[in-house]
């Protein structure tokens, strides 16, 4: 199965950016759809953004629409996650994963093993 490894994550302020990123050591994602989740602290985890295998279209969760952009760089096997405008309802772990083989963006099942994640905190 596929494994994930998450970084990017911080301590940020009210309002500040934050980029992740995700690769799959010892896999190529490249034709697989891709998503991001989260996970705050006693709650479960959340769907938050998702990408085409082939970038033709992207989801999010309405928490995170006009401030969170998914994008994927095939050449470098790397997915980011874009944050702007981060505020203390988004603190969380988030982690990603791959979805099936020629996927779309939505509906989005992840098929991988979940890594780590990446701590990410906004507070002032």
């Known amino acids: 199965q596929v494994q994930l490894e998450e970084s990017g994550g911080g301590l940020v302020h009210p309002g500040g950016s934050l980029r992740l990123s995700c690769t799959p050591p010892g896999y190529t994602f490249q034709i697989n759809s891709m998503g991001w989740f989260r996970q705050a602290p006693g709650k479960e985890r959340e769907f938050v953004a998702s990408?085409?295998?082939?970038?033709?279209?992207?989801h999010y969760t309405d928490a995170v629409k006009g401030r969170f952009t998914i994008s994927r760089d095939n050449a470098k096997n790397t997915v980011f996650l874009q944050m702007d405008n981060l505020n203390a309802d988004d603190t969380g772990v988030y982690y990603c994963n791959a979805g099936p083989v020629y996927g779309g963006s939505w509906p989005f099942t992840p098929i991988g093993n979940w890594g780590q994640g990446t701590q990410v905190t906004v507070s002032s």
């Open positions: 990408i085409h295998w082939s970038s033709a279209n992207t």
